[in-house]
């Protein structure tokens, strides 16, 4: 049937704005970004005080998982209900992904009948490939190279206890991953530092981390010692030692990593009123000890609920654009 004889377009319309995806913490400018830290309060505000924000009403924002997790699906799974949507949740064993169909194909079709796309994947270059084939903005879950939606939640955490992130410092201890990635380019793009310590090996790959962005020394610097690393910084924040997709790494790394353990002396080198972060699942003894993550300055549980903040805010944006 043509669709022309029901005057149903079966094309984007001419003339329609570009869709626009986020894949790395990069995708958005500076502006933009500081915006959604912005409506990400109001969204949270009226959220707290049972206000009704509902500006995606018959939406569907598709979440697509090849790797676990409890953070991004409960915060993206609820924000979308509250924004007055609905999701629909794919895994690679439960769907035609896991069996082979052509992840072109598999962007084609979902696009068509989503609004929004959530990913969760291996190489960034998967990610990628989708958002090119797709219809609808597509949402980086995490991958192996980047992971902002964490990023922006942690940033939104900064300035709700201490104010601008702006000039300020932050401490990198551990794999130079996903999550070390995506703090430089968050520095490089809104103003502050990231003072890197990691075992030799495990280094940020700067070309990855920087992507399209100028990464100069005023954002970004290494040490080899964790401690040093950690000197009056405002935010010591740290990651697992071994991420999704390299277990079969876990045990040289267990090795490799031993000293970069945050501990109280690393929060002691850091300033008076610093706080810690961490993305979550955290490993008590590996990678923090228990008297930091359980600790007076740590925020993580702060950081993780407001994943589903921010997040809102990203999606209205995708969808909607700025609101006045
Ligand atoms: N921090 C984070 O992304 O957690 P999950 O792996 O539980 O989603
Ligand atoms: N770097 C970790 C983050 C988990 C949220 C991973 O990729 O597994």
Not at 66 to 84: I, N, P
Not at 130 to 142: C, D, H, K, Q
Request: hydrophobic share 40%; net charge negative; with cysteine.
């Amino acid at each position: 049937m043509n669709p022309a004889n029901l005057g149903i377009p079966s094309t984007i319309p001419q003339g329609a704005p570009p869709v626009r995806h986020y894949l790395q913490f990069s995708d958005l400018s500076t502006d933009e970004t500081r915006y959604i830290l912005a409506r990400a309060a109001f969204i949270k505000a009226k959220f707290k005080t049972f206000t009704r924000h509902q500006p995606l009403v018959d939406r569907t924002l598709a979440m697509i998982f090849e790797k676990a997790s409890t953070r991004t699906r409960v915060s993206f799974e609820a924000g979308m209900y509250q924004l007055g949507g609905s999701v629909v949740h794919l895994t690679t064993g439960d769907s035609q992904l896991g069996r082979a169909e052509p992840i072109e194909d598999s962007a084609r079709v979902i696009s068509r009948m989503a609004d929004l796309v959530m990913i969760r994947t291996f190489e960034q270059t998967k990610i990628e490939r989708f958002a090119e084939y797709s219809r609808v903005p597509v949402i980086n879950g995490l991958t192996n190279e980047f992971h902002p939606c964490q990023i922006l939640a942690d940033i939104f955490t900064y300035i709700e206890h201490r104010g601008p992130i702006q000039g300020k410092t932050v401490a990198w201890v551990g794999d130079g991953n996903n999550m070390a990635n995506t703090w430089l380019q968050a520095a490089a793009l809104l103003g502050f530092k990231v003072n890197v310590s990691t075992p030799r090996g495990y280094e940020v790959d700067e070309e990855i981390a920087t992507g399209p962005l100028e990464i100069s020394a005023s954002s970004y610097e290494t040490y080899s010692d964790p401690m040093d690393a950690c000197r009056d910084a405002d935010l010591v924040t740290t990651d697992v030692w071994t991420s999704m997709g390299f277990e079969a790494e876990n045990e040289i790394r267990k090795q490799a990593f031993a000293t970069w353990r945050v501990n109280t002396d690393m929060m002691a080198a850091a300033k008076p009123d610093a706080l810690f972060m961490h993305c979550l699942p955290a490993h008590r003894g590996e990678e923090v000890d228990a008297d930091v993550i359980d600790g007076p300055q740590s925020v993580v549980w702060d950081e993780a609920e407001n994943r589903m903040h921010v997040q809102k805010a990203l999606m209205e944006y995708l969808l909607l654009g700025k609101i006045d």
